[in-house]
């Protein structure tokens, strides 16, 4: 299995509070992602990065933001969570642009 | 049109049958195509890639791509009651950093 943790792997919040999910590789794969998914949506593209310090939106990334200080970590940022924001999180990596992605084992995330 | 398109299932097959799964896709100059399978609860996990016409052979997978129909299938060989899962298809979004759109999954379930 590709190095990948998350942390936490569940979590329980209230509306307004700030949340940080982390995903740490130890692959030093160049590009990291942050998804959601949800019962009938499938899984959508929050954010991703392409280098330390690149980041770039995705499909849903209104109300999240992300940092890369270093290529092992990528932290998803949910400034002010609400409930919508409830779903499961999985951060994937990359070894390079349209190769295979790889997913870490999830967040499950409840806004209350 | 939805970008990714998969038959929800449930697909149902007998123990030792082959499954079928269909993907179809809408972006003409999608480079890179994925299957993963999903269990519950699970991360999704990389089973096929395939990136130019025809068939892809892996163990009991087979994945075949036709991209003048934009259609990207995988079949089960022999099947078994731990292939029971939900199946998702993955297609690179052209002119991204390797983004993936993927269709909302197959749900197989292999009958002993």
């Known amino acids: 299995d590709a190095g990948i943790t998350q942390s936490p792997r569940h979590k329980v919040t209230e509306t307004g509070t700030p949340v940080t999910l982390r995903c740490h590789q130890t692959?030093?794969?160049?590009?990291m992602y942050w998804y959601r998914q949800d019962p009938g949506h499938g899984l959508r593209l929050i954010h991703y990065?392409?280098?330390?310090?690149?980041?770039d939106k995705g499909e849903v990334s209104d109300g999240y933001s992300v940092s890369r200080s270093k290529t092992e970590d990528f932290l998803l940022t949910l400034e002010s969570a609400t409930s919508s924001q409830t779903s499961v999180y999985f951060c994937?990596?990359?070894?390079?642009?349209?190769?295979?992605?790889?997913f870490g084992p999830g967040t499950r995330l409840t806004v209350l | 049109q939805k970008e990714v398109e998969q038959n929800s299932g449930p697909l149902s097959v007998p123990e030792g049958a082959i499954a079928s799964l269909n993907c179809t896709y809408s972006?003409?100059?999608?480079?890179?195509f994925f299957w993963y399978r999903q269990y519950s609860g699970k991360s999704p996990e990389l089973i096929m890639s395939?990136?130019?016409?025809g068939d892809k052979e892996d163990g009991r997978f087979t994945a075949q791509l036709n991209k003048a129909s934009q259609y990207v299938s995988l079949l089960i060989r022999d099947s078994q009651p731990s292939d029971s899962a939900t199946y998702l298809c993955a297609v690179n979004k052209a002119g991204s950093q390797g983004n993936l759109i993927f269709g909302k999954g197959t749900k197989l379930s292999v009958k002993p």
């Open positions: 972006d003409r100059v999608s480079q890179s």
């Open positions: 692959e030093n794969h160049r590009y």
């Open positions: 990065s392409y280098g330390v310090k690149d980041t």
């Open positions: 994937a990596i990359s070894e390079k642009g349209l190769n295979e992605q790889f």
């Open positions: 395939i990136y130019s016409n």
